[in-house]
């Protein structure tokens, strides 16, 4: 499985931005993907995850700081998620990467997934 995440880049405060990630290859092995950030001296935390398979299709999942701003959404048949952010806040600012994860991952650490992108920059200027 490879997933490329796109979509990062500067924005005020206040302003939105959208990030995607797409997943090639064994894709059928994808049962949760999400996404995480981490930002310069901080580990890499959980933003939001959904999950893509299973009888829990869909059901989604939100880091406190971002629930109510953010939106993460998926299109099964382009093997693709995204992430819609609102109203950014500076504490935003990090590297965001994509994950999947062949299972149905119920904590909140990185361990659940297999599979990551590369990661994709969100700066927030005030």
């Known amino acids: 499985v490879q997933l490329q995440a796109s979509g990062g880049g500067s924005v005020q405060a206040g302003g939105s931005l959208r990030l995607s990630c797409v997943a090639s290859?064994?894709?059928?092995?994808?049962?949760?993907m999400g996404w995480y950030r981490q930002a310069p001296g901080k580990q890499r935390d959980l933003v939001a995850t959904?999950?893509?398979?299973?009888?829990?299709?869909?059901?989604?999942k939100y880091a406190d700081p971002v629930k109510g701003r953010f939106i993460i959404d998926r299109d099964s048949a382009k093997n693709t998620i995204s992430l819609q952010m609102n109203s950014l806040k500076s504490e935003d600012a990090a590297v965001y990467y994509c994950?999947?994860?062949?299972?149905?991952?119920?904590?909140?650490?990185?361990?659940?997934?297999?599979?990551w992108g590369q990661g994709t920059l969100v700066t927030v200027s005030s």
């Open positions: 994950a999947a994860s062949q299972h149905w991952p119920t904590g909140r650490g990185t361990e659940g997934y297999e599979y």
């Open positions: 290859g064994s894709t059928y092995l994808i049962n949760a």
């Open positions: 959904i999950t893509t398979a299973g009888p829990s299709e869909g059901r989604t």
